[in-house]
């Protein structure tokens, strides 16, 4: 009779450990959650965007279309927009502070005025006056009067990705 008491002892353990095991998983999972409520805080950036945008508008956060004020002497250059510039031999781009550049084709060399150089980003080193500009990797200006230059005795253009502010010389 002992053996039927252990057998029964044995699968009522058994069976309790699986209905205990499978209440902590529904609760652990989640279940009866709401995806974007306080409950689930996991959100999408649209959803993000969206309470951002309600809760201006609520609290008196200005139209959905603001205007800025533009300098007809100047055009306006958005910040964010990356152009692809093609650079020829014999100029120079100098970049505004805080323009990052990428380049694409072409030998290019670090052009600056002063001792300091330029942040390559992507080595996580600096890039100092005649040095090669490495393609494909992210370069900062941190201040006006630096920027880059095709390499001496290359005949085609350079292509270099900008985003920020800059001027050709």
Do not use: C, Q, R
């Given at each position: 009779m002992s053996k039927y008491w252990k057998v029964a002892l044995a699968t009522l353990t058994i069976g309790a450990g699986i209905w205990i095991g499978a209440s902590f998983n529904n609760t652990a999972t989640g279940a009866g959650t709401t995806p974007g409520t306080t409950d689930d805080p996991v959100v999408t950036k649209s959803y993000v965007d969206q309470q951002i945008q309600q809760a201006m508008n609520g609290s008196g956060g200005g139209s959905t279309n603001p205007t800025t004020p533009t300098n007809p002497t100047q055009p306006s250059q958005d910040t964010d927009e990356v152009k692809n510039v093609a650079l020829k031999p014999g100029k120079i781009l100098i970049a505004d502070a805080g323009t990052e550049f990428i380049v694409r084709s072409?030998?290019?060399?670090?052009?600056?005025?002063?001792?300091?150089?330029?942040?390559?980003?992507?080595?996580?080193?600096?890039?100092?006056?005649?040095?090669?500009?490495?393609?494909n990797h992210l370069l900062s200006f941190p201040r006006e009067g630096r920027g880059i230059q095709v390499k001496e005795g290359q005949t085609s253009n350079l292509i270099v990705m900008v985003r920020g502010g800059y001027t050709i010389k």
């Open positions: 072409g030998n290019a060399v670090i052009y600056t005025e002063v001792a300091s150089g330029v942040a390559d980003l992507t080595d996580g080193k600096d890039l100092l006056n005649g040095e090669t500009a490495p393609k």
